[in-house]
């Protein structure tokens, strides 16, 4: 299993910004496909963002243009920059390893506690 650490949430006004970061406890170039989740209250974790170990990355429609996900192999450190942010990017954020499955893209380790971002209207 690895170990994910999310941090960098808060509290923003509607059109500020927000980078968050995530440490795992091991080299993530091996884990290959890296996702931020978000889950806002009474929904579904959902994914938001992924990005390959060679940097090719893929956006959600409702995300796309405003947020930037980036890696850091060396690190073990992957980031989620969100730009103009909106209320309804009110959730807790959460990173994942994931592979394409039979249903979609699923999540391979345990969640970490994730981080909270708020944007005020």
């Known amino acids: 299993q690895v170990q994910f650490m999310e941090s960098g949430g808060g509290l923003v006004q509607a059109g500020g910004s927000l980078s968050l970061s995530c440490a795992a406890s091991?080299?993530?170039?091996?884990?290959?496909?890296m996702g931020w989740y978000r889950q806002a209250p009474g929904n579904q974790r959902t994914l938001v963002a992924r990005?390959?170990?060679?940097?090719?990355?893929n956006y959600a429609d409702s995300v796309k243009g405003r947020f930037t996900i980036s890696r850091d192999n060396a690190e073990n450190t992957v980031y989620l920059q969100m730009n103009n942010l909106e209320p309804e990017d009110t959730a807790v954020y959460y990173c994942?390893?994931?592979?394409?499955?039979?249903?979609?893209?699923?999540?391979?380790?345990?969640w970490g506690q994730g981080t909270q971002v708020i944007v005020s209207s």
């Open positions: 994942n390893a994931i592979r394409l499955g039979t249903w979609g893209w699923q999540p391979l380790h345990s």
């Open positions: 091991r080299n993530i170039y091996d884990l290959n496909v």
């Open positions: 990005i390959s170990n060679t940097g090719a990355s």
